[in-house]
């Protein structure tokens, strides 16, 4: 794993929120899912965590991006599980951490569908938490958008896995945790039918 990303061990993360401003807007659900790959190569989902965050005291709260995601942070259920920022994401980086370690990697690369939007909130509820050990490159990132415009001329998630053959439930979507596991299998799917094509070993036949 290490070799196949230049010591980066991608990581699929996937942030709910109550707005588009990472600085001011609250943080509302985080989940990531580790990767590891197999004898042959191919890369594959590892280990998911999800957690429900309390947005920090002053946050910013758009009823726009409730109804969009329909988290409703007056469910019972919600703020029976909810934790505050530093909790969840020290949770989160410590199973990041120990994956980094596990696979001889330096570092983390987040993976995210549109990532800059989830790398902006992760780093910036980081800051707030004052969490000097983030395990997540501070500006570089991996885009599904991106890759599944390219592989099957799809940027829209849903319309993504469709294309790439992943069962994708409209009803699960826009929680946290569904939404890593979809775009994880969704980047494996890229990444290792690249690596059937040969686009990866004739990489490593011309270094």
């Known amino acids: ?8 061990l991608p990581v699929v993360v996937d ?12 943080l509302l659900e ?17 280990q998911t965590i999800s957690r429900h965050l309390i947005p920090f005291e002053g ?19 919600r703020q029976s599980i909810a934790i505050a ?7 989160i980086f410590k199973v990041v951490r120990a994956a980094v370690k596990a696979h001889d990697c330096n570092r983390a690369i987040l993976v995210g569908h549109n ?15 004052n969490i000097k050990r983030n395990p997540f490159h501070p500006f570089s990132s991996l885009d599904t958008a991106t890759l599944a415009a390219l592989a099957f001329g799809q940027t ?11 069962e994708f439930d409209h009803q699960a979507a826009h929680s946290a945790g569904y939404d890593t596991e979809k ?8 990444v290792n039918t690249w690596n059937e094509l040969g686009g990866w070993n004739l990489t490593q036949k011309t270094l």
């Open 59 to 77: 946050a910013n709260i758009e009823q726009a991006a409730l109804d969009f995601t329909q988290i409703d942070l007056d469910s019972p259920f």
């Open 183 to 190: 775009t994880a299998e969704l980047f494996c799917a890229i």
């Open 30 to 46: 985080v989940a990531a899912t580790t990767l590891t790959m197999d004898e042959h190569g191919m890369i594959l989902p590892d």
């Open 1 to 8: 794993m290490s070799q196949r990303f230049r010591g980066y």
């Open 156 to 166: 829209v998630l849903a319309k993504a896995c469709k294309a790439a053959g992943i």
């Open 85 to 91: 920022e530093h909790q969840a994401l020290s949770e």
């Open 15 to 26: 942030v709910e929120t109550a707005g588009f401003h990472s600085a001011t807007d609250a």
């Open 115 to 129: 990532a800059h939007f989830d790398l902006g909130f992760v780093h910036a509820a980081a800051q707030r938490c």
